[in-house]
């Protein structure tokens, strides 16, 4: 079994800093990419920022400058470091990982259970 289990969530005032972290378990092989998706209610979930295994980024428009995502390989771990949030910021955010489970098997993909990040004064 594979499990993807984040955490470090909770309630922030806006212009405050957050950090989630998500950590993947279980029988790997490999990991490729490393992502971070949020969704807000009754909104569609959207990628927030993408870490491929060679430390390759890329950030949705609406959070350049302000996040930064981070990988431990060693650790099998992701990061996402919130600064200068916005109350637009409010949502679920949960963890996605492309990976091997075995060396002969396909790349799979799965996601964390999500934590809540909510940006209100």
């Known amino acids: 079994q594979v499990q993807l289990v984040e955490s470090g969530g909770g309630l922030v005032q806006p212009g405050g800093s957050l950090r989630v972290s998500c950590a993947v378990s279980?029988?790997?092989?490999?990991?490729?990419?490393m992502g971070w998706y949020r969704q807000a209610p009754g909104k569609e979930r959207d990628l927030v920022a993408v870490?491929?295994?060679?430390?390759?980024?890329n950030y949705a428009d609406f959070v350049k400058g302000r996040f930064t995502i981070s990988r431990d390989n060693d650790k099998k771990m992701v990061y996402l470091q919130m600064n200068s949030l916005k109350p637009e910021d409010t949502a679920v955010y949960y963890c996605?990982?492309?990976?091997?489970?075995?060396?002969?098997?396909?790349?799979?993909?799965?996601w964390g259970q999500g934590t809540q990040v909510t940006v209100s004064a």
């Open positions: 870490i491929t295994n060679d430390g390759s980024t």
């Open positions: 996605n990982v492309d990976l091997k489970r075995h060396w002969y098997s396909g790349v799979q993909n799965y």
């Open positions: 279980g029988s790997i092989f490999s990991i490729n990419a």
